[in-house]
């Protein structure tokens, strides 16, 4: 079936699955992805809206997830963002794929984002356009056309390294298939569990996402970790490649002062003078 306008049939899914289809309220004029994920906020300030937009979309969202979470450091925050923001686009497009066959085109100059929203208030698509729904085009809705700058922009201004972040991408994708198939084995739809399942085993041969960890039925256990164990009481994540937190690196113990030196003897036994 082909796409309807609103994109209905995520609904049942859940918020984390629902895409909006229209253009924002004109009272709620929201940036683009597009605009979002610059490497570069090209010196605009940091805080401060213009028209209600944030000059840096991507900067005000890392710094909100800091504040949630209490994080130590700036780069657990983006880490986390980051598989928030990825997890959004692959259960839109995941779901597309299974339920109806297509995808939309995820066009960043279409998609607006607000960084200060949670699902399903943070994204808006201006408009549906169908597209096939095999792999290899949500591979490029999803990974060509959001991930990939995404991470560049990551990685440049929060110092994340690729791996964590293409671990952090395919960790989204594994979680988004296992509530699709959670939920269409729940309601009898074993054919959609299926395409799921196949679906996500081809977008995790993609070279972008190739060996960033294995799948096991809908169980994935990655070879990065996302960071989130630096949290206060943060914990390992269920697919982490670590079992438990590991500990903080102890600080180089330093050398004991050196024993002054003793007086020899002149010989055994002898008293000393």
């Known amino acids: 079936m082909d796409l309807d306008p609103g994109l209905a049939a995520l609904r049942p899914l859940g918020g984390f699955f629902v895409l909006r289809v229209s253009r924002p309220l004109a009272h709620r004029p929201l940036p683009t992805l597009a605009h979002a994920c610059r490497q570069d906020p090209e010196g605009a ?8 937009i944030p000059h840096d979309p991507l900067g005000f969202r890392v ?5 949630a979470l209490r994080a130590p450091e700036t780069r657990i925050a983006a880490s986390v963002a980051h598989q928030g923001l990825a997890a959004r686009l692959w259960s839109v497009a995941l779901g597309c794929a299974v339920l109806y066959g297509r995808v939309p085109d995820l066009d960043p100059g279409l998609l607006h984002w607000d960084p200060d929203a949670a ?4 994204l808006w698509l201006a408009e549906a356009r169908p597209r096939p729904g095999e792999a290899a ?7 060509d056309t959001h991930l990939a700058p995404l991470t560049a922009a990551l990685r440049a201004r929060y110092r994340l390294a690729t791996g964590l972040l293409w671990g ?3 960790s989204a994708l594994a979680g988004a298939a296992r509530e699709l198939d959670r939920w269409a084995r729940g309601n009898g739809r074993t054919d959609d569990a299926a ?3 196949s679906l996500t085993t ?7 996402l190739a060996g960033t960890g294995t799948l096991t039925g809908t169980a994935f256990r990655r070879r990065s ?7 206060p009481g943060g914990g390992v994540c269920g697919d982490c490649c670590f079992s438990r937190p590991p500990r903080p690196a102890r600080p180089p113990r330093s050398s004991p002062p050196p024993l002054p030196p003793r007086l020899p003897r002149s010989s055994p036994g002898a008293p000393s003078e």
């Not at 085009?137 to 990974?143: I, S």
């Not at 970790?225 to 949290?231: D, G, H, N, P």
């Open 45 to 52: 300030p940091a805080d401060g809206p213009t028209h209600g």
């Open 168 to 170: 952090n991408a395919a």
């Open 137 to 143: 085009t949500v591979a490029e809705v999803v990974l």
């Open 195 to 197: 395409r799921a399942r």
């Open 202 to 208: 081809g977008l995790l041969a993609h070279p972008l």
């Open 119 to 122: 699902a399903p208030d943070d």
């Open 225 to 231: 970790c996302c960071l989130y164990y630096r949290v």
């Open 63 to 67: 710094r909100k997830v800091a504040a």
